[in-house]
C-alpha cells in the first residue's frame, strides 16, 4: 500500500494491531482465534516434526494431505477429486489464490469479476496479474448482489469471477439463486470461476453448496480452501486448490516460483484433521455462532446497528448511531475510547465507494468467550 508521498505505507490492518499493543486493547479487529485447535492435529505435527519430517514435502503436496482433502471434499460436497491431479496444496489460501490469478489471467484485456467489500488481497493479486478489477457491490443490511448488477459487471472481457462465500468482511452467504446466476454467467461468457471458500465449516444456518457442485460448474471452476479458520492454525499456513486437471496444473506451474511447497510437518496433522468425525464440523460451527451472539448483543446494547453474519468469523456493526461519520476515524480513537479494535468496512472496498460504507465497522468474533464478553463489557461504555 502506498501513502500519499508515494512511499509504502502500514496497511489499516497493521495500524490498528498496533493500536491495540500499544493502548492493550482487546484486539477484535484480525481474524485470527485466540485458542489452540484440535488435539490430535496439534499431537500429529510435533510427532512429525520429531519423526523428521521437515525438508521439503513434494510440489503438490504429501500424497496423505492430497488424499484427505479429496476424501473431505467428496465426503461433504459429493464432488470426487483425483488426489493426483485435482488437488494442490499450497501455503495457504492466499498463496493459492495469487497462483491461481497469475496462472489463469493473460493479462491488461482481461477483467476479473469481485464482489465488494472484498477481502484486501484480491485487489492486489489482480492488480500482479495485470487485469482490470471489476466489482459487483453488496449492499446493506443484507449484503447480497442484486443480480442484475451482476450481470452488468460479466461481459465477454470476463476472465475469472471470484467468488469468496462465506464471505469476509460482511458474513454473508450466497444464496441458490446467485450461484446458479454465477454459473450461467460463466458459461455464457466462457469465463472461469475461482471460489474462496476458507469458512465452509463456520456458516451458521445449513451446509455449505460449492459452486463446483452446481451442473456444468466443475469444469470451470478452481476452489480454495485452507486449514486455517476450520482448525485454529492460521499461522500455519496449509491452503489448497482442487479443479480440473488442467486449470490445477496451470496453477501448479506458477506456484513452484512462490513457495515451490512448505509446512511439511503440518501437512499430515492437516490431513489428520480434515478425516475428524462430523461432530468436530458441526461443532465448531455451533461454538462461533453462539459467539456471533454474544458479540452482537454487546454491539447492540452500546448503540450499533448489527448486521446479523450467516457465516465466517466477522460481524457488521453500523456506527452511525453513536455519531460517526468516518469508519476508519471512529476505529482510531476506539482503543483509548474504551479499549477494543475494529477495523473500518472502507478498508476492505475501492476508493470511489467508500461513501457507501462510511460508519460500518468490522468486528471478529473468533476470540474465546470471556475476551469477547469483556470486550462487550467495555463496548457498552459509548451508549
Not at 6 to 15: D, K, V
Request: glycine fraction near 8%.
Amino acid at each position: 500500500m502506498l501513502g500519499e508521498d508515494g512511499r509504502s505505507a502500514p496497511t489499516i490492518f497493521a495500524e490498528m494491531s498496533a493500536l491495540a499493543v500499544r493502548t492493550g486493547a482487546i484486539n477484535l479487529g484480525q481474524g485470527f482465534p485466540d485458542e489452540d485447535g484440535p488435539a490430535i492435529v496439534l499431537e500429529t505435527a510435533r510427532r512429525a516434526i520429531a519423526d523428521g519430517v521437515n525438508q521439503y514435502p513434494p510440489g503438490r503436496g504429501i500424497p496423505e494431505l492430497c488424499e484427505a482433502i479429496a476424501e473431505h471434499q467428496h465426503r461433504f460436497y459429493g464432488l470426487r477429486p483425483d488426489p493426483q491431479r485435482n488437488v494442490l496444496v499450497t501455503a495457504g489460501a492466499t498463496e493459492a489464490l495469487a497462483a491461481t490469478l497469475l496462472a489463469l489471467v493473460d493479462g491488461p484485456d482481461d477483467e476479473v469479476v469481485v464482489f465488494e467489500p472484498y477481502y484486501d488481497a484480491y485487489a492486489a493479486c489482480v492488480a500482479l496479474s495485470g487485469a482490470r478489477l471489476v466489482t459487483v457491490p453488496l449492499r446493506p443490511p443484507a449484503f447480497a448482489p442484486d443480480l442484475d448488477d451482476l450481470r452488468a459487471a460479466v461481459g465477454d472481457r470476463t476472465r475469472l469471477i471470484l467468488v469468496n462465500d462465506p464471505h469476509n468482511p460482511t458474513g454473508a452467504v450466497l444464496d441458490a439463486a446467485t450461484r446458479a446466476e454465477i454459473v450461467r454467467l460463466a458459461e455464457r461468457h466462457d469465463a472461469l470461476i475461482v471460489t474462496d471458500e476458507v469458512y465452509e465449516h463456520l456458516i451458521f444456518d445449513g451446509p455449505h453448496t460449492p459452486i463446483a457442485t452446481l451442473p456444468g460448474a466443475w469444469e470451470r471452476t478452481v476452489s480454495i480452501s485452507s486449514a486455517g479458520k476450520t482448525f485454529s492454525t492460521t499461522g500455519w499456513k496449509i491452503g489448497w486448490v482442487t479443479g480440473p486437471a488442467d486449470l490445477v496444473d496451470a496453477v501448479l506451474a506458477v506456484k513452484q516460483f512462490l513457495t515451490y511447497a512448505g509446512g511439511a510437518p503440518f501437512q499430515p496433522a492437516i490431513a489428520a484433521g480434515l478425516r475428524l468425525p462430523d461432530a468436530f464440523f458441526t461443532g465448531i460451527a455451533d461454538t462461533l455462532r453462539a459467539k456471533r451472539d454474544l458479540l452482537a448483543d454487546g454491539l447492540r446494547d452500546a448503540g450499533f446497528a448489527v448486521s446479523p453474519a450467516a457465516g465466517s468469523y466477522f460481524t457488521l456493526a453500523d456506527a452511525a448511531g453513536l455519531g460517526a461519520r468516518d469508519a476508519a476515524d471512529f476505529c482510531r480513537a476506539l482503543p483509548e475510547r474504551v479499549g477494543v479494535v475494529a477495523i473500518p468496512l472502507t478498508a476492505f472496498v475501492t476508493a470511489a465507494h467508500r461513501r457507501d460504507y462510511a460508519t460500518l465497522v468490522r468486528f471478529a468474533a473468533c476470540k474465546r468467550v470471556e475476551v469477547i464478553a469483556e470486550a462487550a463489557r467495555r463496548l457498552r461504555a459509548l451508549a
